[in-house]
């Protein structure tokens, strides 16, 4: 499995953004995530999505306003993000792992190269 992310940009505080990640290769039966990064800081949990789209999982900080979803048909998934704060500045990676759903870095073995998500207040 390889992944693509994309959509990363400058947006100001309260706007919104929606990355992509393109897959290629199998990822039915996988779980596909979305992790962070900001300057000085480790690698963060945001969201998990199962394969068939029926359980998805959230980290507290973005709870509320920040959706993944993913489109089968296109091998791609998705994070829309709306009301974004200063605070989610940060390079965003998306990730896979096959299996059960898992909010710990280390179980995905997948990784995207990234892409930079910068809110100004």
């Known amino acids: 499995v390889q992944l693509q992310a994309s959509g990363g940009g400058l947006v100001q505080a309260g706007g919104s953004l929606r990355l992509s990640c393109a897959a290629s290769?199998?990822?039915?039966?996988?779980?596909m995530g979305w992790f962070r990064q900001a300057p000085g800081k480790e690698r963060e949990f945001v969201a998990t999505i199962s394969s068939a789209q029926t359980n998805t999982i959230y980290a507290d900080s973005v709870k509320g306003r920040f959706t993944i979803s993913r489109d089968s048909a296109k091998n791609t998934l998705y994070l829309q993000m709306n009301s974004l704060k200063p605070e989610d500045t940060a390079v965003y990676y998306c990730?896979?792992?096959?299996?059960?759903?898992?909010?710990?870095?280390?179980?995905?073995?997948?990784w995207g190269q990234g892409t930079l998500v910068t809110v100004s207040s």
């Open positions: 990730a896979a792992k096959w299996g059960v759903t898992s909010l710990v870095r280390s179980e995905y073995a997948y």
């Open positions: 290769g199998r990822t039915i039966g996988y779980y």
